[in-house]
């Protein structure tokens, strides 16, 4: 009898196994997608240039770095009024951008990780979008200016702005990156940031025409529902959308009460910018919700996500190409049948 209940253990644990393994191939196979993302350290490639001939290493940086380059000097830490070796001259020379540099060495002395993550990102886009173009990934520094700029064929990321949440230089700039926006300055919302920008930018533009706050509502779900099918596991639903567990939490109990004031209120098909912005925008919470001053940001963005997840589940042939080329709002909710309960 021991015998047979030793070994239906063993099954009962192989079984186990399987539906582990089952539950995490839900994505597809991408191991035969040939692609090795590679970043290049351009705040590296510029520090090094600091006691080199200027007029070389203006040269070489514009050489290697083409348009981002000029973007870089022109845009981001100075202006087009000036040469570009000008102003990378004037950085050479300041304390505070030796400081921070010093400090973005220390926190990120490679980005291995990093590259091992976005590869794995967009294979599962090239698998989903072939023709899906990666551009080129390029590490800066502009004194805490740009996070993730999108220009010509390149992503920047400013490790700046990932230097982790407790970074000494964070409290300086206070004013114009609150706590609840610095929070989340930390290595692991380099990717998701990442794929959320290149997906707005580069795959799925919004909607202009339909300017409720339902279209920007599905917009913005989709998007989340995207990121869903193409970050890593390990990129969970607080990276996704930027809240902490205890707002996720919240939104989650509080679902039903938030649609619920959406028609209520009859804001789902509102267009004055002045009347949804506060449940789209980022902020510490959302104004005139909640209680002791409690709530998650950007309910609607949420609510959104929620209403495409269960559009998918309800309409399993729907595939992600179609929800995504998919500018009808109204018949996503209509078909979502998404009624979630209030809580009491």
Same mark, same amino acid.
């Given at each position: #009898?021991?015998?047979?209940?030793?070994?239906?253990?063993?099954?009962?644990?192989?079984?186990?196994?399987? *539906? =582990?393994?089952?539950?995490?191939?839900?994505?597809? /196979?991408?191991?035969?997608?040939?692609?090795?993302?590679?970043?290049?350290?351009?705040?590296?490639?510029?520090?090094?240039?600091?006691?080199?001939?200027?007029?070389?290493?203006?040269?070489?940086?514009?050489?290697?770095?083409?348009?981002?380059?000029?973007?870089?000097?022109?845009? #981001?830490? &100075?202006?087009?009024?000036?040469?570009?070796?000008?102003?990378?001259?004037?950085?050479?020379?300041?304390?505070?951008?030796?400081? %921070?540099?010093?400090?973005?060495?220390?926190?990120?002395?490679?980005?291995?990780?990093?590259?091992? /993550?976005?590869?794995?990102?967009?294979?599962?886009?090239?698998?989903?979008?072939?023709?899906?173009?990666?551009?080129?990934? =390029?590490?800066? =520094?502009?004194?805490?200016?740009?996070?993730?700029?999108?220009?010509?064929?390149?992503?920047?990321?400013?490790?700046? #702005?990932?230097?982790?949440?407790?970074?000494?230089?964070?409290?300086?700039? %206070?004013?114009?990156?609150?706590?609840?926006?610095?929070?989340?300055?930390?290595?692991?919302?380099?990717?998701?940031?990442?794929? +959320? +920008?290149?997906?707005?930018?580069?795959?799925?533009?919004?909607?202009?025409?339909?300017?409720?706050?339902?279209?920007? #509502?599905?917009?913005? &779900?989709?998007?989340?529902?995207?990121?869903?099918?193409?970050?890593? $596991?390990?990129?969970?639903?607080?990276?996704?959308?930027?809240?902490?567990?205890?707002?996720?939490?919240?939104?989650?109990?509080?679902?039903?009460?938030?649609? *619920?004031?959406?028609?209520?209120?009859?804001?789902?098909?509102?267009?004055?910018?002045?009347?949804?912005?506060?449940?789209?925008?980022?902020?510490?919470?959302?104004?005139?919700?909640? $209680?002791? &001053?409690?709530?998650?940001?950007?309910?609607?963005?949420?609510?959104?996500?929620?209403? %495409?997840?269960?559009?998918?589940? !309800?309409?399993?042939?729907?595939?992600?190409?179609?929800?995504?080329?998919?500018? /009808? *709002?109204?018949?996503?909710?209509?078909? !979502?049948?998404?009624?979630?309960? $209030?809580?009491?």
């Amino acid at each position: #009898m021991s015998y047979n209940v030793k070994h239906l253990q063993i099954y009962l644990f192989f079984l186990c196994l399987f *539906a =582990i393994s089952c539950k995490q191939s839900k994505k597809p /196979d991408v191991s035969n997608i040939k692609l090795d993302i590679k970043i290049q350290r351009f705040d590296k490639d510029l520090y090094q240039g600091k006691n080199k001939d200027i007029n070389q290493i203006n040269s070489f940086l514009h050489k290697k770095y083409g348009f981002f380059y000029d973007d870089y000097t022109q845009r #981001m830490v &100075g202006n087009p009024s000036l040469p570009n070796a000008t102003i990378i001259e004037g950085l050479y020379k300041s304390q505070p951008y030796a400081d %921070v540099n010093k400090e973005v060495d220390s926190v990120f002395p490679n980005l291995t990780q990093v590259e091992k /993550d976005l590869t794995e990102t967009f294979k599962y886009i090239k698998f989903y979008y072939p023709k899906a173009k990666v551009p080129r990934f =390029i590490s800066f =520094i502009s004194g805490f200016a740009y996070q993730i700029p999108v220009g010509d064929n390149y992503i920047g990321i400013g490790l700046d #702005m990932f230097l982790g949440a407790d970074s000494k230089f964070y409290d300086a700039i %206070v004013t114009s990156s609150p706590k609840y926006l610095s929070r989340r300055f930390t290595p692991t919302y380099i990717v998701p940031r990442v794929t +959320e +920008e290149y997906t707005k930018q580069e795959l799925f533009l919004a909607n202009r025409e339909d300017q409720t706050l339902l279209s920007k #509502m599905i917009y913005e &779900g989709k998007i989340l529902y995207f990121l869903d099918k193409v970050l890593p $596991e390990t990129a969970g639903d607080t990276l996704k959308i930027g809240y902490t567990e205890k707002q996720l939490t919240w939104a989650k109990q509080f679902e039903g009460n938030i649609w *619920a004031l959406f028609l209520e209120s009859d804001l789902i098909y509102q267009t004055d910018p002045q009347k949804i912005q506060n449940y789209l925008n980022d902020g510490p919470f959302t104004a005139g919700i909640g $209680e002791k &001053g409690f709530s998650a940001p950007k309910l609607g963005v949420f609510i959104g996500w929620q209403i %495409v997840k269960k559009y998918m589940e !309800a309409n399993p042939d729907i595939t992600l190409q179609q929800l995504m080329a998919d500018q /009808d *709002a109204q018949k996503i909710l209509t078909k !979502a049948k998404y009624k979630p309960k $209030e809580s009491q």
